[in-house]
């Protein structure tokens, strides 16, 4: 399949900001409405109570990830979360506990830029017995340049979707025995507007032919899509009890946007005060598709505002998501299911 490559290639300010890469049906002054008018989760649904249901939260220490799984807790779950800064985890899960949730959280260490790290706190998960109701792919980074991970892969390939289909797969068997009908386990994929941008290159998913850091981080949300309706379409052929979800939470004002050039940095500044949500509306959908009762049994969606929304037209290409499937058990060390 041929895929046009010529939208993704530049850097330019305006997509790092996501103002323009949106869906093409959808206008700036849309997606620009769309964000002013949001609001959080409390203002447009009651989520149910969620006790005795466990969660695993990637990159849970700060930002949406951390509101995840703050408002998880909330709801009664047992919270794990899941990150790289022991002092951040700590700090995180202490300010969790001093709220007064109905749930509890702990943290635990895995280096999402590490296969070795990430088969370890699978491991010492799988140890402790427990069963697997929510996982959160939340973990990730942005527009950084050109590096790879400890495995050699190209640095936003590696972290924020080869981890995740590896973590994904490891926890799966899990996650299938402890959904049962009417009250299905859930996975939840966090991707981003620059996936209608992306382009799954097969033959160089590495970039190593030509580099973009725009490039490649639109790829790694666009796989994640990929990854989330191939992953649904097996689950649902089998009669598995666990639903997989995409998010796209919007442009919300975190530390990714560290990375980005100063002068970006700075014009960023006054436009995120009006424009950006916070951390907690960023992290509104992702506890939707978590905990929602209108969410129950329903997968295969690409979620915005919570809302079902059309993602890229390329993400439903059957094709490109089985050989993107086949290619990331070769890459992370998988049998194809």
Same mark, same amino acid.
């Given at each position: 399949?041929?895929?046009?490559?010529?939208?993704?290639?530049?850097?330019?300010?305006?997509?790092?900001?996501?103002?323009?890469?949106?869906?093409?049906?959808?206008?700036?002054?849309?997606?620009?409405?769309?964000?002013?008018?949001?609001?959080?989760?409390?203002?447009?649904?009651?989520?149910?109570?969620?006790?005795?249901?466990?969660?695993?939260?990637?990159?849970?220490?700060?930002?949406?990830?951390?509101?995840?799984?703050?408002?998880?807790?909330?709801?009664?779950?047992?919270?794990?979360?899941?990150?790289?800064?022991?002092?951040?985890?700590?700090?995180?899960?202490?300010?969790?506990?001093?709220?007064?949730?109905?749930?509890?959280?702990?943290?635990?260490?895995?280096?999402?830029?590490?296969?070795?790290?990430?088969?370890?706190?699978?491991?010492?998960?799988?140890?402790?017995?427990?069963?697997?109701?929510?996982?959160?792919?939340?973990?990730?980074?942005?527009?950084?340049?050109?590096?790879?991970?400890?495995?050699?892969?190209?640095?936003?390939?590696?972290?924020?979707?080869?981890?995740?289909?590896?973590?994904?797969?490891?926890?799966?068997?899990?996650?299938?025995? +402890?959904?049962?009908? !009417?009250?299905? *386990?859930?996975?939840?994929?966090?991707?981003?507007? #620059?996936?209608? /941008? =992306? &382009?799954?290159?097969?033959?160089?998913?590495?970039?190593?032919?030509?580099?973009?850091?725009?490039?490649?981080?639109?790829?790694?949300?666009?796989?994640?899509?990929?990854?989330?309706?191939?992953?649904?379409?097996?689950?649902?052929?089998?009669?598995?009890?666990?639903?997989?979800?995409?998010?796209?939470?919007?442009?919300?004002?975190?530390?990714?946007?560290?990375?980005?050039?100063?002068?970006?940095?700075?014009?960023?500044?006054?436009?995120?005060?009006?424009?950006?949500?916070?951390?907690?509306?960023?992290?509104?959908?992702?506890?939707?598709?978590?905990?929602? +009762?209108?969410?129950? !049994?329903?997968? *295969?969606?690409?979620?915005?505002?919570?809302?079902? #929304?059309?993602? /890229? =037209? &390329?993400?439903?290409?059957?094709?490109?998501?089985?050989?993107?499937?086949?290619?990331?058990?070769?890459?992370?060390?998988?049998?194809?299911?």
């Amino acid at each position: 399949m041929t895929v046009n490559k010529s939208v993704t290639e530049d850097f330019h300010p305006s997509i790092v900001l996501n103002l323009i890469v949106t869906e093409p049906r959808q206008s700036l002054s849309e997606r620009l409405c769309n964000v002013l008018m949001w609001s959080p989760l409390s203002s447009y649904t009651v989520l149910p109570k969620q006790n005795g249901r466990v969660a695993i939260v990637t990159g849970g220490t700060r930002g949406i990830g951390f509101e995840t799984a703050r408002h998880l807790a909330s709801l009664g779950m047992h919270v794990i979360i899941a990150g790289n800064e022991r002092e951040e985890g700590a700090a995180a899960v202490r300010k969790i506990h001093e709220e007064g949730t109905e749930g509890t959280a702990e943290f635990v260490f895995v280096d999402m830029t590490s296969l070795k790290s990430v088969r370890h706190f699978v491991r010492l998960f799988r140890d402790r017995g427990l069963p697997l109701h929510v996982l959160v792919n939340n973990a990730g980074t942005m527009m950084v340049p050109e590096r790879q991970t400890e495995d050699g892969f190209e640095y936003h390939l590696g972290l924020n979707y080869l981890s995740h289909f590896l973590l994904t797969n490891l926890l799966l068997d899990l996650l299938k025995r +402890s959904g049962k009908p !009417g009250c299905c *386990s859930r996975i939840i994929n966090m991707s981003s507007a #620059t996936h209608y /941008a =992306g &382009v799954v290159d097969m033959e160089d998913l590495n970039r190593r032919i030509q580099y973009s850091s725009h490039g490649a981080y639109s790829q790694s949300k666009l796989a994640l899509v990929l990854f989330t309706y191939y992953l649904q379409e097996q689950l649902t052929a089998s009669s598995c009890s666990v639903t997989v979800n995409a998010v796209d939470p919007g442009m919300v004002d975190t530390a990714l946007y560290d990375n980005l050039w100063t002068l970006v940095q700075l014009l960023k500044r006054p436009v995120a005060k009006i424009l950006f949500r916070t951390p907690a509306e960023g992290a509104s959908t992702a506890v939707y598709a978590a905990a929602a +009762s209108e969410m129950e !049994g329903v997968g *295969s969606c690409y979620l915005y505002n919570g809302q079902k #929304t059309q993602s /890229a =037209g &390329v993400s439903y290409d059957s094709e490109l998501q089985a050989k993107l499937w086949k290619k990331s058990c070769q890459l992370v060390g998988l049998q194809e299911a």
